[in-house]
C-alpha cells in the first residue's frame, strides 16, 4: 500500500513558479513509476508528466515541456514538480499518482494508476 500527500499549491501571478511536492508513505514507493495529473473546472483530470521509478526517464505533455520539471527523491519517498513561467491556464487540482504494474514504463493513462493523492490546488491570476 503507498499513501501520497501533495503540497505546495497556492495562488500565484503569471509568471511565477512554484514547487509541488508529493510524500509518499511505504517502503515500496521507489518501486513505482509515478506521475502528476491536473483537473481544471468542468473538465477532466489530464495527464502532465511522469518518471519511472529511478527518475532517469521523463515524459511530459505538450503544454508543459520546457516549463515543468518532474522529479523524485526515493530516498525521501518524495516526488516533486516544478512549475515555471506559470500561466491563467494553469489552474487547477493537481494530484500525484503511483502505478504499481510498473518501474520502467511512463504510463499516461489515469486508468493505469491505483493510487492517488487528495490533490493541491493551484490558482494563476492574470
Known amino acids: 500500500q503507498v499513501q501520497l500527500l501533495e503540497s505546495g499549491g497556492g495562488l500565484v501571478q503569471a509568471g511565477a513558479s512554484l514547487r509541488l511536492s508529493c510524500a509518499g508513505s511505504?517502503?515500496?514507493?521507489?518501486?513505482?513509476?509515478m506521475a502528476w495529473f491536473r483537473q481544471a473546472p468542468g473538465k477532466e483530470r489530464e495527464f502532465i508528466a511522469a518518471v519511472n521509478w529511478s527518475g532517469d526517464n521523463t515524459y511530459y505533455v505538450d503544454s508543459v515541456k520546457g516549463r515543468f520539471t518532474i522529479s523524485r527523491d526515493n530516498a525521501k519517498n518524495t516526488m516533486y514538480l516544478q512549475m515555471n513561467s506559470l500561466k491563467p491556464e494553469d489552474t487547477a487540482v493537481y494530484y500525484c499518482a503511483a502505478d504499481s504494474s510498473t518501474r520502467y514504463r511512463l504510463p499516461t493513462d489515469k486508468k493505469e494508476f491505483d493510487y492517488w493523492g487528495q490533490g493541491t490546488q493551484v490558482t494563476v491570476s492574470s
Open positions: 511505504g517502503r515500496t514507493f521507489s518501486n513505482y513509476a
